[in-house]
């Protein structure tokens, strides 16, 4: 009967609604790495003034700049390899806010049918069902709460290895575009600000920030 099957429409229900409203799930690594963006830039400029000329690149053309060991780098290099970052960082991002507003509407969508089938239930819960469709129903109003779960937990756990340390020679991802001077690995965001930081506090060590400022 349809009154066996209510509980199930109540999770579906309860599941649809609480994630639908939930938009700000990835939003502190977010934060996190947009900050340490802006201020690379920043950091990128005072290590240009403390040279005081146009710094030409040391690595070769055509040779990818996650191959390469920092101190090879000039600080031109470094910039290039910090737009990279940047750039596929802010494609990713646009991918998760479209995959955002597609699964804010079917949660919405599956919560409303879900509430309906609770008032409809409360009328008429001596109404006969068939358990294969019923079984095909709840799959499909318990499913997609699940997988919107699983796929936001997959794009949150890319952040939190983004910045995070890792190997800078693992986790390739394929492909990238021809005015790119690195390939994508795992943590790169995490790697690259940190060395710009790293050659900041070296100079300030010295210094020479103070001086060029």
Not at 12 to 26: C, E, P, T
Request: charge should be positive; charged fraction near 30%.
């Amino acid at each position: 009967m349809f009154q066996d099957w209510i509980s199930v429409f109540q999770l579906g229900a309860a599941l649809s609604f609480v994630l639908g409203g939930f938009a700000n799930h990835r939003q502190p690594r977010e934060d996190k790495l947009e900050r340490w963006e802006k201020e690379a830039v920043d950091q990128i400029a005072q290590l240009r003034r403390s040279e005081g000329r146009e710094v030409p690149r040391l690595v070769e053309k055509g040779v990818m700049l996650d191959t390469v060991h920092w101190s090879k780098m000039s600080t031109t290099d470094l910039n290039d390899y910090r737009r990279d970052v940047t750039r596929r960082y802010y494609a990713r991002i646009e991918r998760y806010k479209s995959n955002d507003r597609i699964r804010q509407a079917l949660l919405w969508i599956n919560g409303l049918v879900c509430s309906t089938a609770l008032i409809y239930g409360s009328a008429n819960g001596e109404q006969q069902i068939s358990a294969v469709l019923a079984v095909v129903i709840a799959l499909v109003i318990l499913g997609i709460p699940v997988a919107a779960m699983v796929s936001v937990w997959i794009e949150d756990n890319y952040l939190v290895r983004e910045g995070s340390p890792s190997d800078r020679n693992g986790a390739r991802e394929n492909g990238r575009t021809a005015h790119e001077r690195s390939n994508p690995a795992r943590g790169q965001a995490f790697h690259v600000f940190t060395e710009i930081r790293r050659r900041v506090r070296a100079l300030k060590d010295k210094g020479d920030i103070d001086r060029a400022a």
